[in-house]
């Protein structure tokens, strides 16, 4: 039996008989402002880069938003970020939603690892 994906409610419940269930809608986000000003003095960006999602369920970021969640910045992510990950998301056609925070911390080694050993930078030597 060919299984198909189909957009459902978040609410929903995939019955492990059923088709397989794939759903967009990642739920109304719980930042607010205030933990903004938290994530502020943590250091993980300047106050004026941020703002609370707008009551979006599907992330759709506009060219100059990106959507990003509290555990890359716990994965040490920092934004501005370091050239060669966006230069990997460009090159991948990827967008910061699109990564879990693992990803990041394997672009992390791969910079620190050529930082160490004096090794320039290369985004085809990281691909």
């Not at 739920?27 to 994530?39: C, H, N």
């Not at 969640?69 to 990950?85: C, D, E, Q, T």
């Not at 991948?92 to 050529?114: A, E």
Request: hydrophobic share 40%; proline share 6%; net charge negative.
């Amino acid at each position: 039996m060919k299984k198909t994906t189909k957009p459902v409610d978040s609410l929903e419940v995939a019955d492990s008989a059923s088709d397989a269930v794939v759903s967009f809608e990642f739920g109304l986000s719980r930042v607010t402002s205030s933990d903004l000003d938290d994530f502020v003095k943590a250091g993980w960006f300047a106050r004026d880069l941020a703002t609370p999602s707008e009551g979006e369920v599907v992330p759709n970021p506009h060219d100059y938003e990106v959507v990003v969640y509290k555990k890359f910045f716990l994965a040490g992510l920092r934004i501005p970020s370091h050239p060669l990950i966006v230069g990997v998301m460009k090159r991948f056609n990827l967008k910061f939603h699109h990564l879990n925070p693992s990803s990041f911390v394997k672009l992390s080694i791969y910079v620190w690892g050529c930082k160490s050993q004096g090794v320039e930078l290369d985004l085809e030597g990281f691909v």
